[in-house]
T-cell receptor, first 112, second 113 residues
Framework: DQQVKQNSPSLSVQEGRISILNCDYT??????FLWYKKYPAEGPTFLIS?????DKNEDGRFTVFLNKSAKHLSLHIVPSQPGDSAVYFC???????????FGGGTRVLVKP | KAGVTQTPRYLIKTRGQQVTLSCSPI?????VSWYQQTPGQGLQFLFE???????NKGNFPGRFSGRQFSNSRSEMNVSTLELGDSALYLC????????????FGSGTRLTVV
């Protein structure tokens, strides 16, 4: 039972354009959502988070949008840079626990 | 400040053996979590420790165990290794503010042959 899903396994975007990564979840008990970036053979790096009581959070080039009614969140990266090429994971925190439930990841390739 | 340190980085073990992995969290972080990453199952939660107590546990068999010491350093142990235990094992530490995210170490790559 996959509670957090990233339906697009890969995304290719031109440098300078916007990258939009999507994530869907099924469990209404999640109260925090996070995005991580991961390079091969390294641990995930925290990018940005959003509380379930908000619908938008922005940090520099990264903006996360949350649509609770649709149980959907998205990460916007603008402008995209070649160094953004990595695998991006969406993760959710359960209100009663301190464990991250991860989506399957989306591989982003930013072309110069 | 120093990040999360995991040792060793790489490990090769034989089926049936046991292994112990170590994690030193960021200074001041009292919560330490462990995750397993495999190509087939993705990133999965193993367990979380806070102040030497296991607070949360994932759906892994009893062969997977862990502990946390008074200095917040943590170890995880896998006994009777199986080929399917080959994975990248990641440790993450955090403060109490969950929204700040978790800081991950670089992981231990375990290969069971």
């Amino acid at each position: 039972d996959q509670q957090v899903k990233q339906n697009s396994p890969s995304l290719s975007v031109q440098e300078g354009r916007i990258s939009i990564l999507n994530c869907d979840y099924t469990n209404s008990m999640f109260d925090y959502f996070l995005w991580y970036k991961k390079y091969p053979a390294e641990g995930p790096t925290f990018l940005i988070s959003i509380s379930s009581i908000k619908d938008k959070n922005e940090d520099g080039r990264f903006t996360v949008f949350l649509n609770k009614s649709a149980k959907h969140l998205s990460l916007h990266i603008v402008p995209s840079q070649p160094g953004d090429s990595a695998v991006y994971f969406c993760a959710a925190l359960w209100a009663a626990g301190n464990k991250l439930t991860f989506g399957g990841g989306t591989r982003v390739l930013v072309k110069p | 400040k120093a990040g999360v340190t995991q040792t060793p980085r790489y490990l090769i073990k034989t089926r049936g053996q046991q292994v112990t992995l170590s994690c030193s969290p960021i200074s001041g972080h009292r919560s330490v979590s462990w995750y397993q990453q495999t190509p087939g199952q993705g990133l999965q939660f193993l367990f979380e420790y806070f102040s030497e107590t296991q607070r949360n546990k994932g759906n892994f068999p009893g062969r997977f165990s862990g502990r946390q010491f008074s200095n917040s350093r943590s170890e995880m142990n896998v006994s009777t290794l199986e080929l399917g235990d080959s994975a990248l094992y990641l440790c993450a530490s955090s403060l109490a503010n969950r929204g700040e995210g978790y800081t991950f170490g670089s992981g231990t790559r375990l290969t069971v042959v």
